[in-house]
């Protein structure tokens, strides 16, 4: 016997035949045997639909508390359609919804992007054991939270992901599955290339780096709560069937609970190469790197100026570098001169929050500022934010940005 979360986004119920498909995969599994809790998005379109008419009729007047409420009925709705279904096929259903008293996702008060308390959760998910030790199955809303004074939130776009990795976690599950319109992750978007492939298996931190990115498949913040016990899949609903192989995530978060800070342990140098109108010569840059790459030497960073391209190494490798470079300088018409730069400090910060942080880079620099600390340079991506300053501020730097991630 096995514990399954499913969650069924909005394509996936986008009719009566597909609700009624995706109900009776539902009554198939827990035939075997399995117990299940199904959690369900809105409708197709159901939301934006909702978002539309409170704009036109409320418009800036709304309140997020009453759009809140709005947008809450999408699935209130599909759970009470879903749930009917799943009894109209003989098995007990019981839709959850934030005005049950076993609903488990409790959160602060921001209405529009709730925060989520997880050790009440987990205290109010374990009622969902009761119903599934009775053999009934929960139907329960995704998106939505619940205040401890009982109004509703909601957890923003793609909330029902976090919700079904949410309460596998809190029920200790041995399968999380999300069903939506795609067979599973595949190389890229087949709606832009056709010979796009889908993949087996993807870790965890290769789906979140995918979906910050802009995949629709897996809202990131879900894999927050990805287990390292607790398997997970993603999965078309046009088979219909819930033990389809799909795309596996592989592994835990590491971390994933937190803010991580790491700085490198040694070292970094800094190769810079001067030239003119740098960033109109095509090719420049993949002949600059194709001589580190060919001398086995790795590249921590890159920056690229109108007048410079510097690559940030370790300091064993820089001189290397810094010869093999010289020749190409003296090759290229458009390349001036190259220099070697002093030992350099790499700190490296990680939360999947940092793409919902407004001013994070400023949270990370400021402290650095009023310490008189030189930034020598910076790069993000939507999780990640690295900063090189000189090496004998790194550990200071570090002790600085510990203190407020």
Known sequence: MELIVAKFGG?????GQRIRMAAQ???NEYMKGNKIVVVVSAINKTTD????????SVGKEITE?????????????????FSSVVESLGVKSEFIDPTHELWPVITDNNYAKAKIDY??????????MKLLDEGIIPIVCGFLGKTEDG???TLGRGGSDVTAFLLGHCLEADNVIIVTDVNGVMSTDPNKIKEAEKLD???VEEMRDLATHGAQVLHPHALIYKDPNINAKIISFEKGDLSDPGTTIVGPFEDSMHKSVTMHPEPISVVAVVGENMLNQVGLLSKITTVIYNAGINIYGISAGQNSITAFLDKDDADEAYHLLHKLVIEEESLSSISLGRDIAMLIMNSPEFIDTPGIISIITTPLKENNLNIVEISSSQTAVVVFV???????????IKEVL
């Open 11 to 15: 394509t996936s119920i986008g009719n």
């Open 25 to 27: 995969s539902v009554v």
């Open 49 to 56: 639909d909702l978002i539309a008419i409170a704009d036109e």
């Open 65 to 81: 508390k009453q759009l809140a409420e709005i947008l809450s009925m999408g699935e209130r709705t599909s759970i009470r359609v």
């Open 119 to 128: 050790e009440i959760t987990e205290e109010k998910a374990q009622g969902l």
């Open 151 to 153: 109004e509703i939130t």
């Open 201 to 203: 298996y993807i870790s």
């Open 390 to 400: 000189d090496w004998e501020d790194g550990k200071k730097a570090y002790n600085l």
